[in-house]
């Protein structure tokens, strides 16, 4: 191949979709485990935070890698992971939030995504006993959403199965696919057999109709004319970082909700 035609194949992949936009599904949390006779006042908890798919495919897809913010007391407090599963394990005895630092593929994003979880540890329910079998599990969920991709991004995740990818403009045609690396080949980024996949929480379909019912009996609003959710301080957060940069933007939770549930009513015929 010339030059010439390597810079054209290269100006076509790098030209942006209108109307188009690509989500990415995460979960991200943390599951905390009490350490019983083992525990002393240093250490009385072993935990795992990490970002995931929200079916637990490979996000390695489209996350190069991941950067997590410890509190300054712990040796090394960044921690930097290359390559999914994005996670990591420490022993403790205190809570305290956790800043995640998300970097994209260079055809994806070139500016990272900042994430804020508070490490938990102790159950909500104070009076509850402690227990070395069943572990506190705090999760997340969010969509990545990407508007406007480039045709190179659009022809590599096409056809992965962690990234949703919505009705098209009429009379678009899917650039070709990029043939797919054979995952024998490298490391396993999925999180579906995880060692603490028992734990994790379900976001289905179901589960967000019976909060989007929970938020109409609460909040009395009609799901076809909501133009607005909720703030809170989390929600506030995301809306000051989306001001700040068009490229990418995390949904939230409760808008998400509403998204996604008249998505699936569009589908089984109710809208």
Request: proline share 7%.
């Amino acid at each position: 191949m010339s030059k010439t035609e390597e810079n054209t194949e290269k100006k076509i992949l790098n030209k942006k979709l209108k109307d188009v936009e690509i989500s990415l599904p995460i979960v991200y949390g943390n599951i905390a485990f009490w350490l019983g006779k083992k525990a002393n006042e240093y250490q009385s908890h072993k935990w795992t935070v990490y970002v995931r798919g929200a079916t637990n495919e490979d996000l390695g897809v489209v996350i190069k890698r991941a950067v997590f913010q410890l509190h300054s007391s712990f040796n090394n407090p960044t921690r930097v992971i290359e390559a999914p599963p994005f996670e990591l394990s420490e022993a403790g005895w205190g809570e305290f939030e956790i800043a995640i630092t998300l970097y994209f593929h260079s055809d994806v994003c070139d500016k990272p995504l900042n994430l804020y979880h508070h490490l938990k540890l102790y159950p909500e329910d104070e009076s509850g006993s402690l227990s070395m079998k069943k572990p506190v599990v705090v999760e997340s969920y969010d969509e990545i959403v990407f508007p406007e991709p480039s045709e190179g991004f659009l022809a590599r995740i096409q056809s992965h199965p962690a990234v949703n990818l919505p009705r098209l403009p009429a009379g678009f045609t899917l650039p070709p696919p990029v043939p797919v690396e054979d995952t024998s080949k490298r490391k396993r980024g999925d999180t579906k057999d995880h060692p603490l996949s028992q734990w994790f929480m379900n976001f289905s379909e179901a589960d967000e109709l019976l909060q989007l019912a929970a938020a109409r009996q609460q909040f009395g609003f009609n799901v076809l004319g909501a133009s607005s959710y909720s703030k809170t301080p989390t929600t506030d957060k995301l809306d000051r970082w989306a001001e700040s940069t068009v490229e990418i933007s995390l949904r939230p939770v409760n808008a998400l909700y509403l998204c996604r549930v008249l998505r699936f009513l569009l589908r089984i015929g109710l809208g």
